[in-house]
Nanobody, 119 residues
Framework: QVQLVESGGGSVQAGGSLRLSCAAS?????MGWFRQAPGKEREGVAC??????QRFADSVRGRFTISKANAENLYLQMNSLKPEDTAMYYC?????????????????WGQGTQVTVSA
């Protein structure tokens, strides 16, 4: 089992930045971020594996960066935020590979942290 705890969400105006953090209870090779807005399906945002492979959703590429530190800590730096980025953001771990298409492939989830971007 892996416990994941997110932090860093909040409210910001469009164009602003936020940095999300995720602390894992133990090392896991592949970690990622997903988000879910009210009335919408959960969607992949970014992921990273132990080999340094990273993937990003088209909607965030060039604005968001993902990184890991100390093997158990995951970060999501979000710049140039837009109102459409408003969602609950979830840290995920346990997938066999870094992919964003199928959230069912990720075995462990945090409780989520809310990000709200106002126009």
């Amino acid at each position: 089992q892996v416990q994941l705890v997110e932090s860093g969400g909040g409210s910001v105006q469009a164009g602003g930045s936020l940095r999300l953090s995720c602390a894992a209870s133990r090392y896991t090779s592949t970690m990622g971020w997903f988000r879910q807005a009210p009335g919408k399906e959960r969607e992949g945002v970014a992921c990273i594996d132990s080999g340094g492979i990273q993937r990003f959703a088209d909607s965030v590429r060039g604005r968001f960066t993902i990184s890991k530190a100390n093997a158990e800590n995951l970060y999501l730096q979000m710049n140039s935020l837009k109102p459409e980025d408003t969602a609950m953001y979830y840290c995920a771990a346990g997938a066999r590979r870094c992919q964003l298409e199928d959230f069912h492939a990720w075995n462990y989830w945090g409780q989520g942290t809310q990000v709200t971007v106002s126009a």
